[in-house]
């Protein structure tokens, strides 16, 4: 007989998924995580990918160690946990923390805030559009 596994609620992997990110973000390690928050690294990589459940009291400490409010975790969290009962706009996709968990993603974004001239910032993002635009029209040919 095959054992049925429940699956995570989807608020408890969206969550997960939002510690992971802010953790790779500040380049901060699973095992630094737990340290901080006197857990094992086992225990985060239970909490990122949704399996076990944050306390309330933990992710207010989580928030505090990885430097952002609670309300971070829930931002575009599935089921209208934002109060709006479906009626908000489209949240936006998926594909934004797909790439900020990506390592090309936190490289390109680590480098790019430590450009501190907005025209050079600016000239970056022109020139990445083109390359993009140019792929795009390299890939129709």
Known sequence: ?????????????????????????????QEKLGESLGITFQQIQKYEKGSNRIGASRLQRMSEVLSVPVAFFFEDAPGGIDGTDGFAEPSGPDYVVDFLSSTEGLQLNR???????????????????????????????
């Open 111 to 141: 480098a790019f805030v430590r450009i501190a001239d907005p025209k050079v910032r600016r000239r970056v993002i022109d020139l990445v559009r083109t390359l993009a635009d140019t792929t795009v029209v390299a890939d129709k040919v």
């Open 1 to 29: 007989m095959l054992e049925n596994k429940k699956k995570p609620n989807p608020v408890d992997t969206h969550v997960g998924s939002r510690v992971r990110l802010r953790r790779t973000m500040l380049g901060m390690s």
